[in-house]
């Protein structure tokens, strides 16, 4: 399908639930762009949620985002209960501002919802010639705290970007769970099976129907250290900011009606601020390019590093449009029938 006719669909589907023109197509934008960069588990697969929370009234379709507290390096963005992409995308570009000035801009959220792939909010950063990170409460608790049982994390995403010189900025985007949850509901639509080592039920052995997967936990990367790791995401982009963490997280899929007070934050750098300015990116692509190559193991690809390839593909989706999944494009035809729009993709419809 056609980008742009991807995007006017989404927009539309939006605006139906009474999201005003102009939020809607930059939510629709961010929505496809994380499928143009590859990120298709938290791009325009999560409509069918977002349109659910603005039915339930969880997700203002109106909100009005405020900077709600700043200093010169600082500042928390008041997302009003709106959808995510607008108060990450204001919390993003005025992280930027602040590190043109400042050196540093670090600007959380609160009052936020799902917001798709942080690597939304950190590619601009490195293009721009800046060093970025960013990190999210997971929109639902699938984590127990290490060696317990109630669920009490969410997958608690973090992101980081760098500049490089040539087409491909260092992207890092990753949970801190083996999967993304993300991942196993795209399986589920798909009615495949998850791998061995994504979830465990109670009982501690592995769950792999997805189906099943309120029946037991998602599993941290690296046992005990990726706990730690989602509690202190939990600290800075949750408790820090005036948002949810631990008990106090709604599960904005199971939950259409509640806030879920989703806490992000978005941190831009400024290498002039080091004393190094344009001599980050050339000394960051001479490492990258030793990285690469290095000898593979027998049986390995080359070394590849985090956003390798990544902007090559997305002009490619952009130019040729983007492929969805069968599953996909059926749920998007039932959305847009649920919404009074045609289907975008009649043969899908016909197939039944």
């Known amino acids: 399908?056609?980008?742009?006719?991807?995007?006017?669909?989404?927009?539309?589907?939006?605006?139906?639930?009474?999201?005003?023109?102009?939020?809607?197509?930059?939510?629709?934008?961010?929505?496809v762009e994380a499928d143009i960069f590859g990120y298709g588990t938290h791009g325009v697969f999560r409509l069918r949620q977002y349109l659910a929370r603005l039915d339930g009234g969880g997700c203002n379709p109106t909100p009005s985002v405020t900077v709600a507290h700043e200093t010169i390096a600082t500042g928390v963005i008041d997302g009003d209960d709106g959808l995510g992409h607008l108060a990450m995308s204001a919390a993003r570009d005025l992280a930027i501002e602040k590190a043109r000035t400042a050196g540093i801009g670090w600007?959380?959220?609160?009052?936020?919802?799902?917001?798709?792939?942080?690597?939304?909010?950190?590619?601009p950063q490195a293009e721009v010639g800046l060093l970025g990170m960013a990190a999210a409460v997971g929109s639902a608790n699938h984590v127990p705290p290490y060696g317990g049982t109630d669920l009490l994390l969410g997958t608690n995403p973090i992101?980081?970007?760098?500049?490089?010189?040539?087409?491909?900025?260092?992207?890092?985007?990753?949970?801190?769970?083996?999967?993304?949850?993300?991942?196993?509901?795209?399986?589920?639509?798909?009615?495949?099976?998850?791998?061995?080592?994504?979830?465990?039920?109670?009982?501690?052995?592995?769950?792999?129907?997805?189906?099943?997967?309120?029946?037991?936990?998602?599993?941290?990367?690296?046992?005990?250290?990726?706990f730690g790791l989602s509690v202190a995401i939990g600290l800075m982009?949750?408790?820090?900011?005036?948002?949810?963490?631990?008990?106090?997280?709604?599960?904005?899929?199971?939950?259409?009606t509640s806030s879920t007070n989703t806490g992000l934050f978005v941190v831009a750098l400024d290498p002039v601020a080091f004393g190094i300015g344009d001599d980050f990116a050339s000394t960051a692509s001479r490492v990258f390019d030793e990285m690469?190559?290095?000898?593979?193991?027998?049986?390995?690809?080359?070394?590849r590093l985090p956003g390798d390839?990544?902007?090559?593909?997305?002009?490619?989706?952009?130019?040729?449009?983007?492929?969805?999944?069968?599953?996909?494009?059926?749920?998007?035809?039932?959305?847009?029938?649920?919404?009074g729009l045609p289907a975008p993709f009649p043969d899908e419809q016909a197939k039944g």
């Not at 690469?292 to 070394?303: D, I, M, Q, T, Y």
């Open 237 to 256: 982009a949750g408790a820090l900011n005036g948002a949810a963490f631990g008990s106090d997280v709604v599960d904005f899929t199971n939950d259409t």
């Open 292 to 303: 690469r190559a290095s000898e593979p193991l027998p049986g390995h690809n080359p070394v």
């Open 159 to 226: 992101a980081f970007s760098a500049p490089a010189v040539g087409a491909d900025p260092f992207v890092f985007d990753m949970a801190t769970t083996v999967a993304a949850m993300g991942k196993i509901k795209t399986l589920l639509q798909q009615g495949k099976e998850m791998p061995e080592g994504w979830m465990v039920g109670r009982d501690g052995e592995p769950l792999t129907d997805p189906a099943r997967k309120s029946e037991g936990f998602l599993l941290p990367i690296g046992g005990a250290k990726g």
């Open 1 to 31: 399908m056609p980008v742009h006719t991807l995007r006017d669909f989404v927009s539309a589907a939006l605006q139906s639930k009474g999201v005003p023109h102009d939020d809607a197509v930059k939510v629709a934008t961010l929505m």
């Open 107 to 123: 600007v959380g959220v609160r009052r936020g919802n799902h917001a798709g792939p942080l690597a939304l909010y950190v590619r």
């Open 309 to 339: 390839g990544k902007t090559a593909a997305a002009d490619a989706r952009r130019t040729d449009g983007l492929a969805l999944n069968p599953a996909l494009r059926r749920d998007l035809n039932v959305l847009a029938a649920d919404c």
